[in-house]
């Protein structure tokens, strides 16, 4: 199955501020999807991220506080901006393998803290 | 509304015991089912996957699950577990009209005593 880079695997960053995050999966893939995990919780989907288009994003998660890009069928990033506190959370990218047996592959997260 | 429920949030088993987790899914139609681990600080490990065939599925460390339709469930089991099970646990599904996106349930957190 398809092997995901994630990084950074954890950041600890200002208000205010954004950080990208970067997943970069061995080989090619037609759907990529950012998701964020918030402290105790479950994956909640924060968009899919299209090859060569603009992302598409779950409700309550809009482009200006998390822009997407995916200029080709391995590379994807996200952006968190203008962070706040409540943005402290891990982010994961997952890539769903275009082979029909296959499931979906997760990076190692991001572990965020935002002071 | 779609949903993926997993009961227990918490389970506490003994090491050697057996463990069930459970996970109820509301869909029209059979959804692919997934179950994922995810062990402190790391990401998620695909357990196992159904998407159709033989409704009893194995998986790897030693993990199975049995789709039942009539129940709506993909409850995980496992005979025998080792310390190192000790991890979070997540059932997901994914319907054809979703585009390709996974629902999680809200995790089942297991515990492994001496």
């Known amino acids: 199955s398809a092997v995901i880079s994630q990084k950074p695997s954890r950041d600890i960053c200002q208000r205010g501020t954004s950080l990208t995050i970067q997943c970069q999966v061995d080989s090619q893939v037609t759907m990529m999807f950012w998701y964020r995990q918030q402290p105790g919780q479950s994956l909640t989907l924060i968009a899919t991220?299209?090859?060569?288009?603009?992302?598409?994003?779950e409700s309550g998660f809009v482009i200006d506080k998390f822009p997407i890009s995916r200029p080709n069928l391995t590379f994807s990033t996200l952006t968190v901006s203008n962070m706040s506190p409540e943005d402290s959370s891990i982010y994961l990218c997952s890539a769903r393998e275009d082979r029909a047996n296959y499931g979906y592959t997760f990076g190692s997260g991001t572990r965020l803290t935002v002071v | 509304a779609q949903s993926v429920t997993q009961p227990d949030i918490h389970i506490t088993v003994s090491e050697g015991a057996s463990l069930e987790l459970r996970c109820n899914y509301s869909?029209?139609?059979?959804?692919?089912l997934f179950w994922y681990v995810q062990s402190p600080g790391q990401g998620l490990q695909l357990l196992l996957k159904y998407f159709s065939g033989d409704t009893l599925v194995q998986g790897i460390k030693g993990f199975e699950a049995e789709f039942k339709r009539s129940q709506s469930s993909f409850n995980l089991r496992k005979p025998s577990v080792h310390w190192s099970d000790a991890a979070e646990y997540f059932c997901?599904?994914?319907?054809?009209?979703?585009?390709?996106?996974?629902?999680f349930g809200a995790g089942t957190q297991v515990v492994v005593t001496p």
């Open positions: 997901a599904v994914m319907t054809t009209d979703s585009w390709g996106k996974l629902q």
């Open positions: 991220a299209n090859q060569g288009s603009e992302a598409t994003y």
């Open positions: 869909y029209g139609a059979t959804p692919y």
